[in-house]
């Protein structure tokens, strides 16, 4: 028979399954069950499930919980914190933050890279800064996690030197580290930067992933340079054996289409193993407008409209 702590584990383990996979329901039929067998008080399990329903969007019941937990951890409002801007809902995810502050608690290293990313999700360089000197006044200066936040804080906030001091200041860096940077470059057309970057990266000995792919077609696509965009998602590909996703595709389908190449965007969709979204059709149906290609859009609007009644 399990005791008490026993019990709590579990159903700790249980949510955070819940959590990975979204499966509301099943959150809803557990926080039933923890009511039943009298934990659901418990601080831990209040966070567990503040957590758990924030990541399933469902904050009027988040919010209940953590309205009526006495005893509100540094736990409870890292979860409440991090579960908003998972969603990006970064204005309340500030607002919480803010709340911590003005209660007292004390920040751990799980505290400010949320934040700093909500900080990033509303431009908000000068709350960032002032979470920046947080960082090393709770001594978080040596953590990869918290200085990864803050080079990906600055590179979208648009201060490209910061974000280049701290990259530059860092004494451990990860793939995370080099795809945060290599975001801000690319996010304002830096793309020399980006492609320096990249082969500093790998020449390291750092394998790029999915999203360091990402970074750099998006960089691409701003920058207009449809040839090199091609040369980095064959080398994906080819020599670092990575499945292309829906937004490697979506680049580069928007890469192509603002070159006006919308033909060869059609026909690597039509390649492609994700399924297309709105985004991606809306891409390729925007570049088929701009640069007059009224066959093509014919074409998508009748795929589209076939793989809509396959869905339904």
């Known amino acids: 028979m399990l005791t008490s702590q026993g019990t709590i584990l579990l159903f700790s383990k249980l949510l955070d399954s819940c959590y990975s996979t979204r499966n509301l329901h099943m959150i809803k039929q557990l926080h039933a069950r923890m009511i039943i067998t009298a934990i659901s008080h418990h601080d831990f399990i209040r966070a567990k499930l503040v957590s758990s329903y924030s990541v399933c969007a469902q904050f009027r019941e ?88 803050l080079v990906t804080m600055y590179g979208k906030c648009g201060d490209l030197e910061s974000a280049q001091k701290v990259f530059d200041e860092m004494l451990e860096r990860n793939v995370v580290t080099w795809t945060a940077i290599m975001s801000g470059y690319g996010m304002y057309g830096r793309c020399e930067e980006v492609f320096e970057l990249f082969e500093r990266m790998v020449g390291g000995g750092v394998e790029p992933d999915g999203l360091t792919f990402t970074a750099v077609l998006t960089a691409c696509s701003h920058g207009g340079l449809v040839d090199k965009g091609i040369e980095y998602f064959e080398m994906m590909k080819d020599r670092f054996r990575l499945r292309p996703g829906l937004e490697h595709c979506t680049c580069m389908v928007d890469m192509l289409g603002r070159a006006g190449r919308v033909e060869e965007a059609e026909v690597m969709v039509e390649k492609m193993d994700a399924v297309p979204d709105e985004a991606l059709w809306g891409a390729l149906l925007a570049a088929c407008k701009t640069h007059g290609k009224v066959e093509v859009a014919e074409r998508l609007a009748e795929k589209i409209y076939a793989r809509r009644l396959i869905s339904t």
């Open 62 to 149: 988040a919010s209940i919980i953590f309205s009526i937990t006495n005893r509100r951890s540094t736990f409870l409002y890292n979860s409440f914190i991090r579960a908003y801007s998972s969603v990006n809902q970064f204005s309340n995810s500030l607002i919480t933050f803010r709340e911590m502050i003005r209660a007292g608690k004390p920040l751990d290293c799980y505290t400010l890279p949320p934040v700093l990313k909500s900080c990033g999700g509303v431009v908000g360089l000068r709350l960032g800064r002032t979470v920046h000197v947080r960082v090393f006044s709770n001594g978080f200066d040596s953590d990869v996690a918290n200085l990864n936040a």
